[in-house]
């Protein structure tokens, strides 16, 4: 038996991988079998479980291939020595609709993952993963916010846990509606001032700029 390098492992699971974004929006999650996957992929099923614990593992496998990066973004928003980190969670959320409306394989894993996948039977533990993802998302969006209000750049009347799951609920919304039809809204075009918009209601009024006072004669 010829032993593959760690190289061509890889290259076999991201080779899975890409095959299964490409079968679960053609067919959908639950109408798809590891068989299918590995057909396609032209690997044995065997090549399947060497990556794979079962179809929910490679399905996880998939989210985490987009999710992580902007994970690893977001999760910043909350350090002390960003100066401004309400422009810090802008970028954050603009970054996660660019990437959506440039990169195809960002584009099918949200499709999939919103349209094409039931959380029942063996995808079931997935539902958890889910819920899981979203709570430490919007924590950290709530640290930034945080970490914005404690600089004085968010109005003292917000609530950072209120206004993080806003802007979440703002940027998911958004990218399902636009994964379902991309006539919904220009989103390449339309992301920043939506963005701006609902973080310009969370800002801190502008000082007014300080009168000074008449030089007596």
């Not at 032993?3 to 079968?23: C, G, H, M, S, Y």
């Not at 959506?100 to 533990?125: C, F, G, L, N």
């Not at 220009?186 to 502008?206: F, H, N, R, V, W």
Request: with cysteine; aromatic share 6%; net charge positive.
């Amino acid at each position: 038996m010829v032993r593959r390098t760690k190289k061509e492992a890889l290259e076999t699971r991201d080779r899975i991988l890409d095959t299964a974004e490409r079968v679960f929006i053609k067919k959908g999650v639950a109408r798809t079998s590891l068989a299918d996957v590995a057909d396609a992929a032209g690997v044995t099923r065997g090549a399947i479980y060497w990556h794979f614990k079962n179809k929910a593992d490679l399905f996880d496998a998939m989210m985490q291939r987009v999710s992580l990066p902007m994970e690893e973004m977001v999760a910043r928003a909350g350090d002390e020595d960003i100066e401004d980190p309400l422009a810090y969670v802008r970028r954050c959320a603009l970054a996660v609709l660019e990437r959506v409306t440039t990169d195809p394989q960002s584009r099918r894993v949200a499709e999939i993952s919103r349209y094409k996948v039931e959380y029942a039977d063996e995808m079931e533990p997935l539902r958890a993963r889910h819920i899981e993802c979203r709570t430490e998302c919007l924590g950290r969006i709530e640290r930034g916010l945080r970490n914005a209000a404690k600089k004085g750049l968010l109005a003292a009347s917000v609530n950072p846990r209120l206004a993080a799951v806003g802007l979440h609920a703002l940027v998911d919304g958004l990218i399902t509606n636009w994964v379902l039809d991309p006539k919904y809204v220009a989103l390449a075009k339309t992301a920043a001032p939506l963005i701006d918009g609902y973080l310009d209601g969370l800002k801190a009024a502008a000082k007014p700029p300080r009168k000074q006072k008449k030089a007596r004669h």
